[in-house]
């Protein structure tokens, strides 16, 4: 069993910047791709960032230019890297990892760290 982890949320002001990290107990996320997503109180999830395990990265357009997904394969992390940051980037962010076996797709979810942007 995989247990996904998110950790590096808080309070911070508008314009600044905070970094999310992504790790897996039970398992290594360099054979998974990780995707972030992100839930306001209200609203749907929805989609920020995501990395493959090739490297290939895509991002929403309300967080493109501004957030940075990245990994760091030594230590099985994922980094979401957010900068310039805005109170409607106030959520509960989410890291989700998955692969496609032989046997199905694995799919492993957080539980979800908070990020308050606000003065």
């Known amino acids: 069993q995989v247990l996904v982890v998110e950790s590096g949320g808080g309070l911070v002001q508008p314009g600044g910047s905070l970094r999310l990290s992504c790790a897996a107990s039970?398992?290594?996320?360099?054979?998974?791709?990780v995707d972030w997503y992100r839930q306001a109180p209200g609203n749907q999830r929805e989609l920020v960032a995501g990395i493959s395990t090739s490297g290939k990265t895509n991002y929403s357009d309300s967080v493109k230019g501004r957030f940075s997904i990245s990994r760091d394969a030594t230590k099985g992390l994922v980094y979401l890297q957010m900068n310039s940051l805005k109170p409607d980037d106030t959520a509960t962010y989410y890291c989700?990892?998955?692969?496609?076996?032989?046997?199905?797709?694995?799919?492993?979810w957080g539980h979800g760290t908070q990020v308050t942007v606000s003065s």
């Open positions: 989700n990892a998955h692969r496609s076996t032989f046997w199905g797709p694995h799919v492993y």
């Open positions: 039970g398992g290594h996320l360099s054979i998974y791709n």
